[in-house]
């Protein structure tokens, strides 16, 4: 009787062990999720947004015939706001998820890629509509969309 006395305190302590353990697993995923919905949620996604907001107005000139002239300050203005975007929202998740920063990171180059590839691309008439809407808009939707999607998945 002694024994099994002696075997159900012990499965007691470390059960309550076990307990403490995930409680302190739980306690830090929340408090990191917390972090990222409080920072960037509530904090930063306003430079999320304008920076969107800025491409959109940047890339319509696009609307007309351009020299190439026009295009390569489409780029360079393109880039400039790049440039702003890491440093305002990008950047803010090395400290928080470095492997989100790494996927974020990797969907808005390859969205400037795209978008620099299809300017510079003497086969596309990006002021047609439908090539504007294919090459462009929808390249800009798709990233947004997707990036959005990282964020919601880490902040739950």
């Known amino acids: 009787m002694e024994c099994l006395d002696i075997a159900y305190k012990i499965a007691t302590v470390i059960i309550a062990l076990a307990n403490i353990a995930f409680a302190c ?5 929340n408090k990191k999720r917390e972090l990222v919905k409080t920072l960037v ?3 930063s996604i306003q430079h999320f947004y304008k920076y969107f907001e800025d491409l959109d107005c940047e890339l319509s000139k696009l609307k007309t015939q351009c020299n190439e002239t026009t295009k390569k300050d ?8 790049g440039v702003a975007f890491e440093q305002r929202f990008i950047d803010l998740f090395l400290s928080i998820n470095p492997e989100l ?6 969907k808005f180059d390859d969205m400037v890629g795209k978008l620099v590839k299809s300017i510079f691309d003497d086969g596309i008439n990006i ?3 439908s090539q504007y809407n294919d090459k462009i808009a929808n390249v800009v ?5 997707s990036i959005i999607k990282l964020l919601l998945e880490n902040s739950d």
């Open 25 to 29: 697993v739980i306690f830090r995923r």
């Open 41 to 43: 949620l509530d904090y």
């Open 74 to 81: 489409i780029e360079k203005n393109i880039q400039s706001l």
């Open 101 to 106: 920063h790494k996927e974020i990171k990797h």
């Open 127 to 129: 002021h047609v509509k």
């Open 141 to 145: 939707v798709v990233a947004k969309a």
